[in-house]
Nanobody, 117 residues
Framework: QVQLVESGGGLVQPGGSLRLSCAVS????????LGWYRQAPGNERELVAD???????NYADSVKGRFTISKDYAKNTVYLQMNSLKPEDAAVYYC???????????WGQGTQVTVSS
């Protein structure tokens, strides 16, 4: 069974940085896209960043230039480096991976990010 386990969340002051990690229980090369989503209270879950096999990456406009998604194939881990954090970045952050043939989507349990002084 495929498992995704996030870590690295916590409390940070505005302007600070955090790096989230998503450890995957199988080889991440099996996924055609890996990404990070977030959900704040009262809001829908939204895409933060994703990284397609082949090199294409996408970022939400609100995080462009501040967040960076990366993958370590040797460790089967996906990262989200978050810099210049703002209070509006506070949310539960979820890791997601998608496979094809058949289509499957896997989610982690989420990690809380709080941005507050």
């Amino acid at each position: 069974q495929v498992q995704l386990v996030e870590s690295g969340g916590g409390l940070v002051q505005p302007g600070g940085s955090l790096r989230l990690s998503c450890a995957v229980s199988t080889s991440i090369i099996n996924f055609y896209v890996l990404g990070w989503y977030r959900q704040a209270p009262g809001n829908e879950r939204e895409l933060v960043a994703d990284d397609f096999r082949g090199g294409n990456t996408n970022y939400a406009d609100s995080v462009k230039g501040r967040f960076t998604i990366s993958k370590d194939y040797a460790k089967n881990t996906v990262y989200l480096q978050m810099n210049s954090l703002k209070p509006e970045d506070a949310a539960v952050y979820y890791c997601n991976g998608k496979m094809r043939a058949p289509d499957r989507s896997y989610w982690g349990q989420g990690t809380q990010v709080t941005v507050s002084s």
